[in-house]
């Protein structure tokens, strides 16, 4: 065999120690090379090395004195898996030799750069053993080893000892998460679920992981995205890739992302037990919003529902360790606060003063009804530790009726019965107004609890016994008719009663009374029967009126003929007495006149006598007068009849001729005369077409003897 070896180096070359141990190689190995093969290596992604090593590269060991540089390097040599033995073919000096890669590189291991090799020990040579319940060896004892092979070249894992599994890399795309399952480590404390997290290297190095006491089982802490060599023999790494086999799903495996508005309400399912009496576990301070879980352990976190929450984001979370329910913000409209009741914190004394006795507020994160309210707005609340109690603080109206406002705290209101001094029972519907300081909120709340159990449990009771024991003061029809004073009066009282719970009572109004309908049909005839007497004595009011307005009418009207008639008295007396003063005048007048006219007369009686006198004096009324003494036509009859002929004759000869004009258009005067002889000088007139009234003008004309006396009577002269 040296032969051999020496024949196939040259002298100047060869390394005395480097060939003995050859030597010992070839003898130990020469069973098992006769029945290796040689065996192509898979090229993988993950693993592959060059097609093509060149001899220098083939090199053994640095402290290796065997120095193969003299040998041709430019000759490819090709790439062969070394599983436990084969073949390689060398170029050496021109010549293609075959070497038994045993005999001189037993136990090589090629790991690819994106490849760890998780290496298995057959036996040991010192008879090491595992501990009972140990999985992985840490001092060389049978078994899979702590330490993994990284990428390169690594000698003496001798097939007959050793086996060596080639693994791909462990990758974690970003925004995913890893979680792990330790198959090894010490074991899980009573009250904890999940292991520790021990310092190695996000559990590549398995080494540290168990002397640095990391327990078996799933693990607190999570790989994040990246690529990892992880010894698969101690470690399981769980990926949204083959989640489900392990029985998850692969959005548990990706970063959890709290949407906007929302808020994230948080249950931690390791840690320590939630003391008695609590709900929820206190605020651990650095942990990163439950990033880092065991700052979390460490610090005393506990398990179950947490105060704390997370706003929005996105955050690397252990499902096995935390899980979230998102939530909306708590909001507080405009014309509203919140009180809030905490039934989680530490809790204080009270700091509601002395004068507030039913009920306690506390600071803000203690526990109970926080003395401060939220005001509007949006607030990340945990609520299931925390209750927001809406309060109006805007006028708030309760109806008892079958109206319900919109905020439906009147829902269950409905009108009161209630009961009159005389016996009637009638319905009566109310409406209240109420108002609720912001300030005033958390104690109202805290005194009954809800704005609704304040309408239930005192307004109702309250304005209800109030209206039923005023009723039972008055009659149905003194509450009808006086129903603005009941109002007044009730008004005043629930304003003093609800102040005691701090809340203002704006006014209290009366809607309708529904008094009993035979109540009202009496009522009802008996207003129509007071309407009728009103409307009679009105209508006797108006004809009273109407004869007044008669009288004073007529009176006008007499009043007005009275002023005439008065005025007429006064004119008649003044023209009496205008008249009275023109007949004392004319009679002064006359009497002078006729003194001046009889001293006339005696002086013509006594110059002419006193039937000449009287003559001349006729004479000149006649002419005056213009008296006709003698006709125009002259009829005479003498027995034969034909005068009355001869007479009209006449006087259609006389308008023929013109008289007519010259008389004014009367006709002729005609003179009948019975005989020749005429004892007087009689006329006879025949009436005119027009009345004398008519002609104002014309002549008197004598129509008898006694007009010719009435003549002589005017004469103003004694006719004796």
Same mark, same amino acid.
């Given at each position: 065999m040296k032969k051999m070896l020496y024949s196939l180096l040259p002298k100047s070359q060869l390394n005395i120690r480097v060939l003995k141990h050859l030597a010992a190689a070839v003898s130990a190995s020469l069973a098992l090379s006769a029945i290796t093969t040689l065996k192509p290596s898979p090229v993988t992604a993950a693993g592959d090395i060059p097609l093509t090593q060149t001899s220098t590269q083939l090199a053994a060991k640095p402290d290796s004195r065997l120095q193969l540089g003299q040998l041709r390097t430019t000759v490819p040599v090709q790439r062969m898996q070394l599983d436990?033995?084969?073949?390689?073919? *060398? =170029?050496?000096?021109?010549?293609?030799?075959?070497?038994?890669?045993?005999?001189?590189? @037993?136990?090589?291991?090629?790991?690819?750069?994106?490849?760890? @090799?998780?290496?298995?020990?057959?036996?040991?040579?010192?008879?090491?053993?595992?501990?009972p319940g140990d999985l992985i060896a840490l001092n060389g004892e049978a078994g899979y080893q702590a330490d993994t092979l990284p990428p390169g070249w690594h000698w003496g894992y001798w097939p007959l000892q050793y086996n060596v599994r080639k693994e791909s890399l462990t990758i974690v795309p970003q925004g995913e998460i890893g979680l792990v399952i330790a198959a090894g480590g010490e074991s899980n404390p009573p009250q904890r679920i999940l292991g520790k997290i021990t310092e190695c290297d996000n559990f590549q190095d398995a080494r540290k992981f168990l002397k640095g006491g990391g327990e078996k089982g799933r693990q607190l802490g999570i790989l994040t995205g990246g690529s990892y060599r992880i010894n698969t023999a101690l470690f399981t790494v769980i990926t949204a890739a083959n989640s489900p086999k392990h029985g998850m799903t692969a959005e548990q495996l990706k970063l959890y992302t709290i949407a906007p508005d929302k808020v994230g309400i948080v249950t931690t399912y390791d840690g320590v037990p939630i003391q008695d009496g609590e709900i929820a576990g206190p605020i651990v301070p650095n942990h990163d919003n439950f990033q880092n879980s065991q700052k979390f352990i460490t610090a005393g976190g506990r398990r179950g529902l947490q105060e704390q929450v997370l706003l929005s984001g996105s955050w690397n979370l252990n499902p096995w360790f935390v899980g979230v329910d998102q939530v909306p913000m708590t909001e507080i409209p405009i014309g509203y606060v919140g009180a809030v009741i905490s039934y989680v914190g530490q809790t204080s004394e009270d700091v509601s003063g002395a004068a507030f006795t039913h009920g306690n507020l506390? %600071?803000? @994160?203690?526990?109970?009804? !926080?003395?401060?309210?939220?005001?509007? @707005?949006?607030?990340?609340? %945990?609520?299931?530790?925390?209750?927001?109690?809406? &309060?109006?603080?805007?006028?708030? &109206?309760? %109806? !008892?009726?079958?109206? *319900?406002?919109?905020?439906?705290y009147d829902s269950q209101l409905s009108s009161l019965t209630v009961r009159s001094r005389d016996g009637f029972a009638f319905d009566l519907e109310v409406a209240q107004i109420i108002h609720v300081g912001a300030l005033d909120a958390p104690k109202v709340i805290s005194r009954v609890g809800s704005m609704q159990n304040l309408v239930d449990h005192v307004l109702q009771p309250t304005i209800g016994n109030y209206f039923r024991n005023s009723a039972?003061?008055?009659?149905?029809?003194?509450?009808?008719? =006086?129903?603005?004073?009941?109002?007044a009066e009730a008004a005043e009282y629930i304003k003093a009663a609800l102040r005691t719970y701090d809340v203002q009572a704006i006014d209290t109004l009366i809607g309708d009374i529904l008094p009993p309908a035979e109540l009202m049909q009496t009522q009802t005839d008996r207003k129509i029967a007071e309407e009728q007497c009103k409307t009679y004595e009105v209508q006797q009011i108006a004809q009273t009126q109407r004869q007044q307005l008669v009288r004073e009418t007529a009176l006008a009207e007499i009043q007005q003929e009275m002023v005439k008639s008065e005025q007429g008295v006064m004119i008649s007396e003044l023209k009496a007495n205008s008249q009275v003063k023109q007949a004392q005048g004319e009679a002064e007048s006359i009497r002078v006149k006729g003194n001046a006219q009889a001293e006339a007369y005696r002086a013509g009686v006594v110059a002419l006598g006193g039937s000449g006198y009287t003559a001349l004096q006729l004479m000149q009324i006649i002419g005056d007068s213009h008296v006709r003494v003698v006709p125009d036509v002259a009829v005479s009859g003498n027995g034969s009849g034909g005068g009355l002929v001869d007479g009209l004759l006449g006087m259609m000869m006389w308008n023929q001729t013109g008289k007519n004009g010259e008389n004014g258009g009367e006709l002729p005067v005609v003179k009948l005369q019975k005989s020749e002889s005429v004892a007087k000088l009689p006329v006879a007139k025949v009436n005119s077409v027009k009345s004398p009234e008519s002609r104002p003008n014309s002549p008197p004309v004598a129509n008898s003897d006694s007009d010719i006396d009435s003549l002589f009577d005017e004469l103003p002269f004694d006719n004796s």
């Open positions: 436990g033995g084969g073949f390689i073919p *060398i =170029a050496i000096g021109g010549m293609i030799v075959i070497v038994v890669l045993p005999l001189f590189f @037993g136990g090589l291991v090629v790991i690819g750069d994106r490849e760890v @090799g998780i290496v298995s020990k057959k036996f040991s040579f010192g008879g090491k053993s595992l501990p506390v %600071n803000v @994160g203690n526990k109970g009804v !926080w003395v401060t309210p939220l005001y509007p @707005g949006k607030h990340p609340l %945990n609520t299931r530790i925390l209750k927001v109690e809406l &309060v109006p603080t805007t006028n708030i &109206v309760l %109806n !008892w009726s079958s109206k *319900i406002e919109r905020h439906s039972q003061s008055y009659s149905v029809l003194d509450f009808l008719s =006086a129903r603005s004073d009941r109002q």
